[in-house]
């Protein structure tokens, strides 16, 4: 079972980047389709972007239409490591941001199709 922790988040300005990373432990990270999903005050937490690896394929990427283009999700097997940088943020990017894990065969875009949680990162844009 694999635990996760997110850090990177914080206060920035409209234009400006972040990098998010989630350190993760306890598992076989290799194995685990890779998601970051977000949520701001009384909205529903929403999908962001998930990365699966195989090792006849690589690394296969997926976007929120909202993030494409803006961010980029990528993940480093060797250090147990997933990344998210996040460019040009706009003020409507402001949530607590949460990395997780699935040992589905796929991505999915629903937060319940992943059983392992960070406990969140703030990122806040102001305008």
């Known amino acids: 079972q694999v635990q996760l922790a997110e850090s990177g988040g914080g206060l920035v300005q409209a234009g400006d980047s972040l990098r998010l990373s989630c350190a993760a432990s306890?598992?076989?990270?290799?194995?685990?389709?890779m998601g970051w999903f977000r949520q701001a005050p009384g909205k529903e937490r929403e999908f962001v972007a998930a990365i699966m690896w195989r090792r006849w394929s690589g690394d296969s990427t997926y976007y929120a239409d909202f993030v494409k283009g803006r961010f980029a999700i990528s993940r480093d097997n060797a250090r147990n490591t997933l990344f998210l940088q996040m460019n040009s943020l706009k003020p409507e990017d402001t949530a607590v941001y949460y990395c997780?894990?699935?040992?589905?065969?796929?991505?999915?875009?629903?937060?319940?199709?992943?059983?392992?949680w960070g406990q969140g990162t703030q990122v806040t844009v102001s305008s």
């Open positions: 997780a894990g699935s040992l589905g065969l796929r991505p999915d875009h629903s937060p319940n199709e992943y059983a392992y």
């Open positions: 306890g598992g076989t990270f290799s194995n685990y389709v």
